[in-house]
């Protein structure tokens, strides 16, 4: 490297203690971390895009450095759902070094990585005091029954009050209304429930059937809308 003649010309002083860097828990020890292969954790973070159109949850599953497990979730933009897809192949095997400088294809997923690399480097994994950590495939637990993220879609207005669209229990199918037309419950599908036993070989009326289940005081309602058509 070069050195500037002001510098060259300076009388040294010698350098006094250095601790090194302080330790952070991870997977039930503590670590000082010097290198990227110092770094293991689990985590999730959030990332949006610059128009802040739609967002991203990423979940990463890292030992001494390398991404193993990669969960991505993305809402609100069709064109990241594709993102989400080249994404996942992107991550795992990689550093977490080198996917913060990795163009993971969308602003919201670039962005929840650099919002994980920060708390995973800092030591603020979901598995800091986890001995040994969490096993490759534990992102899965992120997911409700039928792999399918847990998702909250409500509309409102006004002038005609809120529809609730889906629910973590599944796709909202009837909303249950008293005398005075508040909500008191609603009727759901889960669908992730749904298409596992269609793909069982279930007939497509009974596993509907099955899927359904109610939420509050649901069969006593004075009234009931679907929420997608009234």
Known sequence: MQITHEVESMVCVKKGCNH???PIPEEGKWV????????????????????????????LNIK?????????????????THSAAMAGEILPGKT??????????????NVAMRELFLQIVYGRSQ??????????????????KGLRSQVGTIFSTQQKGVRYLEMAEGYITQMALDEEGQVIGYENVHLGK???????????????KKATSKYGRFD????YINPRKK
Do not use: R, Y
């Not at 000082?32 to 967002?55: F, R």
């Not at 977490?96 to 997923?109: F, G």
């Not at 749904?194 to 509907?208: H, Q, V």
């Open 20 to 22: 090194g860097p302080a």
């Open 32 to 59: 000082a971390s010097k290198e990227i292969k110092d770094i293991s954790g689990l985590t999730h973070g959030i990332g949006w895009c610059a128009p802040q159109q739609g967002a991203c949850k990423l979940t």
């Open 64 to 80: 001494e450095g390398i991404i193993q497990e990669a969960l991505v979730e993305t809402i609100g933009c069709s064109g990241m």
């Open 96 to 109: 977490v070094l080198e996917a913060l400088n990795t163009d993971l294809v969308c602003d919201a997923i």
């Open 127 to 144: 598995s800091a005091f986890s001995e040994d950590g969490l096993p490759v495939g534990a992102g899965l637990e992120d997911l409700g």
């Open 194 to 208: 749904m298409m596992e036993n269609i793909t069982n070989g279930m007939p497509a009326d009974e596993a509907l």
């Open 220 to 223: 006593n309602a004075a009234s």
